[in-house]
């Protein structure tokens, strides 16, 4: 069964520093997907990683995978108040997602 | 492009009592998931169909839950009888295909009092 574990959970930090959410799955995946979800909101596509090494970079965030360490990175530059939100990451291939439990993101001014 | 339509958005009904949910994913893609979010927690699986099939169903409670895709297309899952533990966003997903990218509609967010 495979299992997806993010930490931290929760994370509050303040606007221009930057921090790193971690993601681990247990077993041999196909792809790496990351999530955003704002209150109340649905599920908005952030990167979709798909081989050991890749790396994806959009505004702020970037992703990248290391299939071998079964772990992925969030990485946040210089936060700011709009990237708010719970992440999530969740691994699968042909049977749908499993995903991890989020990190809660609180940036503060 | 049309997103993904879910429906209702919001449902507040009695244990015991039955509800459906109904989805309309986007055009063309053949496969549908149907997820549960209970609050504080990520998405887990419920049922995946490939166009009017089902591929894998193995975390739907079957004795109270059920979900059919006619046609391929449009989808339901219904809750009969529902329980408190059942309440819950119910998000559906479509992708182009099973190893393609999901695309998840707004939810239906039932409450069971």
């Known amino acids: 069964e495979l299992k997806v574990e993010q930490n931290p959970l929760f994370l509050s930090m303040q606007e221009g520093k930057n921090y790193t959410i971690y993601c681990n799955y247990s077993t041999t995946s196909d792809r790496l997907y990351w999530y955003r979800q704002d209150p109340g909101k649905s599920l908005e596509s952030l990167f979709v990683?798909?081989?050991?090494?890749a790396v994806k970079q959009e505004g702020r965030l970037m992703a990248s995978l290391d299939t071998k360490a079964r772990l992925s990175t969030l990485h946040i530059t210089a936060a700011v108040h709009d990237l708010s939100a719970t992440y999530f990451c969740?691994?699968?291939?042909?049977?749908?997602?499993?995903f991890g439990k989020g990190t809660h993101l609180i940036i503060q001014p | 492009e049309a997103g993904v339509a879910q429906s209702p958005r919001y449902k507040i009904i009695e244990k015991r009592q039955s509800v459906a949910f109904w989805c309309n994913p986007i055009s063309g893609h053949a496969t549908l998931y149907w997820y549960q979010q209970i609050l504080g927690q990520g998405p887990k699986l419920l049922i995946q169909f490939q166009n009017n099939g089902v591929v894998d169903d193995s975390q739907l409670p079957k004795d109270r839950f059920s979900a059919e895709r006619l046609k391929g297309v449009d989808s339901t899952l219904k809750i009969q009888p529902a329980k408190l533990e059942d309440s819950a966003v119910y998000l559906c997903a479509s992708s182009y295909g099973t190893y393609y990218e999901q695309y998840f509609g707004p939810g239906t967010r039932l409450t069971v009092t």
């Open positions: 969740a691994s699968g291939g042909a049977d749908g997602l499993t």
């Open positions: 990683l798909l081989s050991n090494g």
